[in-house]
């Protein structure tokens, strides 16, 4: 299927959606679909960002507008062509659209990761994530976080970050992970401030916890302060 075109019309997005369903990995969709995701055609990340990069070399913004919410793929395609955009105020105005859109933890991740744009505005970015990142919508607060931990550990950030954990008020599953996981690889690049964060938190007994199994997950982590760390679980 051509997918770089001039042109996108109705019939021609029902195409599209039966060519993902033709190059589909049936194998790749029983495993993806046991994690959490629903409505997966089955198309593995390096195809979908190869599918969104030739499409974005056409009228992509044609494209955008016939983009529905039925499948994982769908959604997360949209992501990836909106992360190469380069103009900062059209990257917003599709982020806007796109995080109401989100729908499941995967299409949240791939985008927060491809989306480099974030490299270049990274003051812009931080606000953008305080004013959101208690938003009504779980998935976009777990986009805030992950945001948080894709771009911003570092030394400018490292506490204002711990700030933000602290006031996060959510008992929502994929947002506690986003805190858990964001938290380890703050301990990864700044294991001291961490671990005085970890005794001294607001955090919920849950993503506490949460937290530490993470860290002791980490590859980067050594088995002293794995050991040094679960002795500050909270029972």
């Known amino acids: 299927m051509v997918l770089k075109r001039d042109n996108w019309n109705e019939e021609d997005y029902k195409e599209f959606i039966n060519y993902l369903f033709e190059i589909r990995d049936v194998k790749y969709k029983e495993f993806h679909s046991k994690l959490g995701v629903d409505n997966v055609i089955g198309i593995r990340i390096p195809i979908m960002k190869s599918i969104a990069k030739d499409i974005y070399k056409g009228n992509y913004k044609e494209f955008l507008c016939f983009v529905q919410t039925n499948y994982y793929e769908e959604i997360t395609i949209y992501g990836f062509i909106i992360s190469l955009i380069k103009e900062l105020d059209n990257s917003i105005y599709y982020l806007e659209i796109y995080r109401n859109m989100i729908n499941n933890w995967a299409s949240c991740d791939s985008f927060c990761a491809s989306y480099k744009i974030i490299k270049k505005n990274k003051d812009y970015f931080f606000s953008y994530i305080k004013d959101n990142i208690n938003s009504n919508d ?10 948080l931990l894709d771009y911003y550990v570092e030394e400018d950030y490292i506490d204002d970050i711990f700030m933000l954990c602290d006031r996060y008020n959510t008992k929502d599953y994929y947002v506690q992970m986003a805190v858990a996981w964001l938290i380890s690889v703050c ?49």
Request: charged share 35%.
């Open 138 to 147: 779980l998935w976009i607060r777990r986009l805030c976080f992950v945001f």
């Open 187 to 235: 301990f990864v690049k700044f294991r001291d401030k961490t671990i005085s964060y970890i005794k001294n938190n607001k955090l919920d007994d849950f993503t506490h916890n949460k937290a530490i199994q993470k860290i002791k997950e980490s590859l980067r982590v050594s088995r002293d302060d794995k050991l040094f760390v679960d002795k500050l679980k909270n029972y």
